[in-house]
Each structure stands twice: as structure tokens, then as C-alpha cells.
């Protein structure tokens, strides 16, 4: 797929049907995540990938039990995707590193839709970093998480603004 096809069919997909997602897909994926760009080529990024279906449902129930109903969707995601990345990154400068770790996801979202896999960004997370910190025992700092597999969804193109609302130009 073009790079153009695939920034306009990425969809965040938070039903997922049970298609083994093979660890070759995942590496060629963070193989892609890791070229993005970053500040001072730091390359800040770092990710856990968890495939362990037992461990997702731990994590998906100590969100669930941290959040409540609000993050009943973003649980059951965690817990019935093929594998949940989750992203980490080294910060010595927390705007720019963070900014970093946010192009390096959308290179892997962007090449997971590439190869037909589905994604969703989860920021709710960061809700329970605390928690996977002690868990997985990883001293880094939590941005945020992709969960991967195949789609029992397809969902339609959502609204964006204009290009005129979202910008200013000086010729």
C-alpha cells in the first residue's frame, strides 16, 4: 500500500477477531516505528510487547479496576488484541522526547496499516504506569500504547476540520 493509502484507511479499531498476529509482522513493524524521526537523533524510544494473552487480561482488568466503566472499551481492547506494545521511551528532555516517541507510533500504526494489520493508540494507559512499572520491573517512562491485530471492524472515515480551520498562511 502507498503511504498516501494508508495515512487516509488507518482507523483506530477497538474490536479485534482472534488471527494469530505473527511475531515476524510485529518486528517488521517496530522495524518501521524505530526510522522515525527524533530530536537530536536520540532515538528515545523503547516498547514491551506483550502477546501473552494472560498477561493482556492482568492489564486489561487492572485498568478496568483503576478507571472503572470509562475505560471498560480501552480493558476489553487490551485484552482481546494479538499484542499490546507498549511504548517507553529514556527522557532527558520530556517535550521533545515525547514528541519524538509520538512520530516513531504513528510510523508503527501507519505500517501496521500497511500490512492490513489493525491498531489503536491507548493513552488510558498511562493510568496504571505505575503498576506495569512494578509488574514488568522496566525503570523508564510510560507514553503510551498500541494494541494490535486483525479487525472485526471497519469503520468509517471519521470528521476532520479543513485546512483553512487549522491553519494561517503568509505569502
Given at each position: 500500500?502507498?503511504?498516501?493509502?494508508?495515512?487516509?484507511?488507518?482507523?483506530?479499531?477497538?474490536?479485534?477477531?482472534?488471527?494469530?498476529?505473527?511475531?515476524?509482522?510485529?518486528?517488521?513493524?517496530?522495524?518501521?516505528a524505530i526510522l522515525a524521526?527524533?530530536?537530536?537523533?536520540?532515538?528515545?524510544?523503547?516498547?514491551?510487547?506483550?502477546?501473552?494473552?494472560?498477561?493482556?487480561?492482568?492489564?486489561?482488568?487492572?485498568?478496568?479496576?483503576?478507571?472503572?466503566?470509562?475505560?471498560?472499551?480501552?480493558?476489553?481492547?487490551?485484552?482481546?488484541?494479538?499484542?499490546?506494545?507498549?511504548?517507553?521511551?529514556?527522557?532527558?528532555?520530556?517535550?521533545?522526547?515525547?514528541?519524538?516517541?509520538?512520530?516513531?507510533?504513528?510510523?508503527?500504526?501507519?505500517?501496521?496499516?500497511?500490512?492490513?494489520?489493525?491498531?489503536?493508540?491507548?493513552?488510558?494507559?498511562?493510568?496504571?504506569?505505575?503498576?506495569?512499572?512494578?509488574?514488568?520491573?522496566?525503570?523508564?517512562?510510560?507514553?503510551?500504547a498500541v494494541a494490535l491485530?486483525?479487525?472485526?471492524?471497519?469503520?468509517?472515515?471519521?470528521?476532520?476540520?479543513?485546512?483553512?480551520?487549522?491553519?494561517?498562511?503568509?505569502?
Amino acid at each position: 500500500m502507498e503511504l498516501g493509502k494508508a495515512i487516509e484507511s488507518r482507523r483506530s479499531i477497538r474490536s479485534f477477531n482472534d488471527k494469530v498476529l505473527d511475531k515476524n509482522i510485529i518486528v517488521d513493524i517496530l522495524n518501521h516505528a524505530i526510522l522515525a524521526p527524533s530530536a537530536k537523533n536520540r532515538q528515545p524510544w523503547y516498547f514491551v510487547v506483550i502477546q501473552n494473552p494472560d498477561l493482556r487480561k492482568e492489564i486489561g482488568d487492572s485498568l478496568y479496576t483503576k478507571m472503572g466503566d470509562v475505560s471498560k472499551i480501552t480493558s476489553n481492547v487490551i485484552k482481546d488484541c494479538q499484542a499490546l506494545v507498549l511504548v517507553y521511551a529514556d527522557i532527558e528532555d520530556m517535550i521533545m522526547d515525547t514528541v519524538s516517541v509520538g512520530a516513531c507510533i504513528e510510523n508503527l500504526i501507519l505500517r501496521a496499516t500497511d500490512l492490513e494489520v489493525a491498531s489503536l493508540w491507548i493513552g488510558f494507559i498511562l493510568h496504571i504506569e505505575q503498576e506495569l512499572k512494578e509488574k514488568l520491573q522496566i525503570d523508564k517512562k510510560l507514553v503510551s500504547a498500541v494494541a494490535l491485530g486483525y479487525p472485526l471492524e471497519k469503520p468509517n472515515k471519521r470528521p476532520r476540520k479543513s485546512l483553512e480551520e487549522v491553519s494561517r498562511w503568509y505569502l
